[in-house]
């Protein structure tokens, strides 16, 4: 089956009792069983749900994964990832990383043993230098959020099966849509749901899809264990979503195209982040591992001032986090999702005040642009 039969079909059988074309949402905390010991497969709401179910089978079936569990967060889906771990292990990470997973790995899991070494992952010798004998993961966002950097991930795939460390990648950017990292030796697939596979910004959730049957095994009696899990109604959302992402994802990327090429000419702005543009660093590798670029850009505007007078000033882009929304959604990296790095390591990484992050949306992109053309004429 093609990507769009399988999103729309897969975990997805018809409801038995009913014949209901849509998954139910099962809104229940427990089950009655038949007899002691004897029960339909499903005990408590935690451990086991139909709704929450389907949207593993289906992302599973997606991301080409043996098993996939959902969680109350991308958060969580990250935070139950490093629980593979233990005290002493080293994981090497994406030097431009989310903030909200750089506050996780430095401020919780760092208090718990684990160590962290962030390096340029667009280079695999500088990946394969920051090696201990304690190294246990390699941690990718693939592109990197905010400054669209592109990992190695053919070659540190390769470096992970030569030395036997996990590799994990954060695909939320993209989704299984346009990039597929089991496909280059990932072990793990992280998502935030709540982003692009969610689309309609009304759901928070998140995800892990393994390639390995011990992981699976692991992560599932985690899942139950810390219970931090998805709810039925945010996995019934996801899953009708999900229905309907290769068509999103390709407007999101057709009018991020004629962003970024807008944003690349005008006088106003200094450097646009995108990997679809032929001047990115890393433009032809994104070509050769991705079906498509997505939809997200940043860009550089100068200053802190000149960054305000934008924002203050757009009227279709919505001044919000997250994104993945059909409507176009733009923010502020240095105080928002990036706030918790400290503004020295934000500075070398070139995370500045004058960073702009665009989502672009599926509206008309006319309108996305010249809603951004009158934002810059007030810088």
Known sequence: MGFATKAIHA??????TTGAVTIPIY????????????HKGYEYARTQNPTRAALEANLAELEGGIAAHCFASGMAAITTTMLLLG????????ENTYGGTYRLFERVMSGFGLRFSYVDTTDVEA??????????????EVPTNPLMAVADLEAIGRLAAETGVRLAVDNTFLSPYFLRPLEYGAHLVIHS??????G?????????????ADDAERLGFLQNAAGAIISPMDAWLVLRG??????????HEKNARCVAQFLTEHPKVRRVHYPGLPQHPQHERARDLFSGFGGMISFETGSLAAARALLDNVRLCALAESLGG???LICHPASMTHASVPSEQRDRLGITDGLVRISVGIEDVEDIIADLDAALQKV
């Open 11 to 16: 975990g997805q059988a018809p409801e038995a």
């Open 27 to 38: 809104q229940t905390s427990t089950y009655v069983q038949e007899a002691l010991g004897r």
């Open 87 to 94: 005290s002493g292990d080293h994981v090497i990470v994406s």
């Open 127 to 140: 990946v394969r230098a920051a090696f201990t004998p304690e190294t246990r993961m390699i941690f990718l």
């Open 193 to 198: 749901t709540t982003k692009y596979l969610n």
């Open 200 to 212: 309609h910004s009304d759901s928070i959730g998140g995800a892990v899809i393994s390639a390995r």
């Open 242 to 251: 999900i229905k309907t992402l290769s068509v999103r994802m390709e407007r």
């Open 326 to 328: 059909v409507e176009t």
